[in-house]
């Protein structure tokens, strides 16, 4: 359009694309050990993407590499009275991301970020039977996670970084019980969090960059409930999910004025409904499903 600076400036040579080159490893190892199993899951990925449109009214750029492994190590235990799980979980999550924006002949948007994450985090979950129908479950897991930014604001010739720490009790519990020899009944309830982390753009003492955890409270109850020797499954679940301090992306102004996409925590949000799931199996060879 008339006024954007020429696709030699921009590097669009069309009105949009999405180049992404990802590569994933990884493996799972499983030892009988002292009653139980030992099971080990590392898993490594690393992924290069660049985006370029004129769909936002100006041209953008963004680039972003990503490169992550993960260690789990968990135990399993089975016995007459329920089962024991026990693990810990390791993360570290490197980010390299820059974005340009031009709404003029000249670019007046152009900054880089090294981001950094990592995590360790133990769990255990105990399923005790409390009768031949009844089970009770009880799961926690602690998370420790630190984040990292250091970045460059070129438009504005500003350096930054920052770092925050998260630390965060997680929980979940459940009752099930056997309605018939094929039929289960089941409720759960369990917190879950989402990390908090940092927007791109330096940091004054009165607005800060960083945005805080999220909190999820999910409520469910269900039925399983297989027929005709597993040829007919019918299972349905209502759920209720409460959120505090969710993580919401908007367009706002930074510090300096500048527009830009950021992270901020809305004072909360709920969801709430039912899902249904049909699992039909005729013959040996073909599965029907509806949802």
Same mark, same amino acid.
């Given at each position: 359009?008339?006024?954007?600076?020429?696709?030699?400036?921009?590097?669009?040579?069309?009105?949009?694309?999405?180049?992404?080159?990802?590569?994933?490893?990884?493996?799972?190892?499983?030892?009988?050990?002292?009653?139980?199993?030992?099971?080990?899951?590392?898993?490594?990925?690393?992924?290069?993407?660049?985006?370029?449109?004129?769909?936002?009214?100006?041209?953008?750029?963004?680039?972003?590499?990503?490169?992550?492994?993960?260690?789990?190590?968990?135990?399993?235990?089975?016995?007459?009275?329920?089962?024991?799980?026990?693990?810990?979980?390791?993360?570290?999550?490197?980010?390299?991301?820059?974005?340009?924006?031009? +709404?003029? !002949? /000249?670019?007046? $948007?152009? %900054?880089?970020?090294? #981001?950094?994450?990592?995590?360790?985090?133990?769990?255990?979950?105990?399923?005790?039977?409390?009768?031949?129908?009844?089970?009770?479950?009880?799961?926690?897991?602690?998370?420790?996670?630190?984040?990292?930014?250091?970045?460059?604001?070129?438009?504005?010739?500003?350096?930054?970084?920052?770092?925050?720490?998260?630390?965060?009790?997680?929980?979940?519990?459940?009752?099930?019980?056997?309605?018939?020899?094929?039929?289960?009944?089941?409720?759960?309830?369990?917190?879950?969090?989402?990390?908090?982390?940092?927007?791109?753009?330096?940091? +004054?003492? !009165? /607005?800060?960059? $960083?945005? %805080?955890?999220?909190? #999820?409270?999910?409520?469910?109850?269900?039925?399983?409930?297989?027929?005709?020797?597993?040829?007919?499954?019918?299972?349905?679940?209502?759920?209720?999910?409460?959120?505090?301090?969710?993580?919401?992306?908007?367009?706002?102004?930074?510090?300096?004025?500048?527009?830009?996409?950021?992270?901020?925590n809305a004072a909360s949000a709920t969801l709430y409904g039912f899902d249904a799931d049909l699992i039909?199996?005729?013959?040996?060879?073909?599965?029907?499903?509806?949802?």
């Open positions: 359009g008339a006024g954007l600076p020429p696709t030699g400036l921009t590097g669009l040579r069309t009105d949009t694309f999405i180049d992404i080159d990802q590569k994933n490893i990884s493996a799972e190892m499983n030892l009988k050990v002292a009653g139980g199993t030992l099971t080990f899951l590392p898993a490594y990925r690393k992924s290069e993407s660049s985006i370029g449109t004129y769909l936002s009214g100006s041209p953008f750029l963004n680039q972003e590499d990503n490169e992550q492994t993960s260690l789990e190590l968990r135990y399993a235990y089975d016995a007459d009275w329920g089962n024991l799980i026990v693990g810990a979980y390791y993360l570290n999550l490197d980010q390299y991301t820059a974005a340009q924006v031009f +709404t003029a !002949a /000249f670019i007046t $948007a152009n %900054q880089r970020a090294n #981001l950094g994450t990592k995590s360790l985090a133990g769990f255990g979950q105990l399923r005790l039977d409390l009768s031949e129908q009844a089970r009770v479950i009880a799961g926690v897991r602690y998370t420790n996670e630190d984040r990292t930014i250091a970045a460059t604001d070129f438009t504005n010739n500003v350096n930054f970084s920052s770092d925050v720490t998260f630390n965060k009790w997680t929980w979940r519990a459940g009752l099930e019980y056997d309605l018939g020899p094929r039929n289960m009944a089941y409720v759960t309830v369990s917190k879950g969090f989402k990390s908090g982390g940092f927007n791109i753009f330096a940091p +004054t003492p !009165a /607005f800060t960059n $960083a945005y %805080q955890p999220g909190s #999820l409270y999910s409520y469910a109850a269900g039925l399983a409930n297989p027929f005709l020797g597993n040829k007919l499954q019918f299972n349905i679940e209502a759920f209720y999910w409460k959120y505090k301090d969710a993580q919401q992306n908007a367009l706002a102004f930074t510090p300096v004025g500048a527009l830009q996409f950021s992270t901020f039909v199996k005729p013959t040996r060879l073909d599965t029907f499903t509806a949802t």
